[in-house]
């Protein structure tokens, strides 16, 4: 079992910044990639980003340029920088962490609110 919380969401004025925290706990060993995900009210959850063990990064393109996701193995934990945000970022942003088996674990999310 991998717990994972996720910190720093909030409101932001469109243009603004934010950065987000995953800290995993639990069976961290077994995780291999970790990502972002969101979810807007009434669409569906999309990925945002996501990061591979060995640092291999990917993104939505409609984040490109103004995500970025990084992971310190040390502390179990991940990030993502949000810059330029777009009231179209905001939505509930949900941690990920996948094992190698392909067991997928969920954070409680975190809203995200950009004001026009």
């Known amino acids: 079992q991998v717990q994972l919380v996720e910190s720093g969401g909030g409101l932001v004025q469109a243009g603004g910044s934010l950065r987000l925290s995953c800290a995993a706990s639990?069976?961290?060993?077994?995780?291999?990639?970790m990502g972002w995900y969101r979810q807007a009210p009434g669409k569906q959850r999309e990925l945002v980003a996501e990061?591979?063990?060995?640092?291999?990064?990917n993104y939505a393109d409609s984040v490109k340029g103004r995500f970025t996701i990084s992971r310190d193995n040390a502390k179990n934990t991940v990030y993502l920088q949000m810059n330029s945000l777009k009231p179209e970022d905001t939505g509930v942003y949900y941690c990920?962490?996948?094992?190698?088996?392909?067991?997928?674990?969920w954070g409680q999310g975190t809203q995200v609110t950009v004001s026009s």
């Open positions: 990061v591979t063990l060995g640092g291999r990064t």
């Open positions: 990920n962490a996948m094992t190698a088996r392909g067991f997928s674990s």
């Open positions: 639990g069976s961290i060993f077994s995780i291999n990639e």
